[in-house]
């Protein structure tokens, strides 16, 4: 088993920022990947952000060049810094851990544990 704590919501301006923080305990070692996923009211939860063990990243489309994911193996702690925010970006994050996977043109987490989620609410 894998507990997720995740730290870091709140409510922001447009174009402010926010890090989110997901520190991760028990059976660490069968992780190869982590992630960020949203969910937006309405919408289907999506794959924002994921790093593997080796530290290779992808994000998705709508993210990219204002997102960054970031691990502290030490502290098996994974930091989603988020710059530029959007009303839009407005959601609950989830932070995940699994398996990497590739299917369609889309990264997914299989064999997933998740956190709790934290909402970010970012106003026009």
């Known amino acids: 088993q894998v507990q997720l704590v995740e730290s870091g919501g709140g409510l922001v301006q447009a174009g402010g920022s926010l890090r989110l923080s997901c520190a991760a305990s028990?059976?660490?070692?069968?992780?190869?990947?982590m992630g960020w996923y949203r969910q937006a009211p309405g919408a289907q939860r999506e794959l924002v952000a994921d790093?593997?063990?080796?530290?290779?990243?992808n994000y998705a489309d709508s993210v990219k060049g204002r997102f960054t994911i970031s691990r502290d193996n030490a502290k098996n702690t994974v930091y989603l810094q988020m710059n530029s925010l959007k009303p839009e970006d407005t959601a609950v994050y989830y932070c995940?851990?699994?398996?990497?996977?590739?299917?369609?043109?889309?990264?997914?987490?299989?064999?997933?544990?998740w956190g709790q989620g934290t909402q970010v609410t970012v106003s026009s």
């Open positions: 995940a851990a699994g398996d990497l996977e590739y299917y369609s043109g889309s990264y997914y987490l299989s064999n997933a544990y």
């Open positions: 028990g059976s660490i070692f069968s992780i190869n990947a």
């Open positions: 790093i593997t063990s080796g530290g290779s990243t």
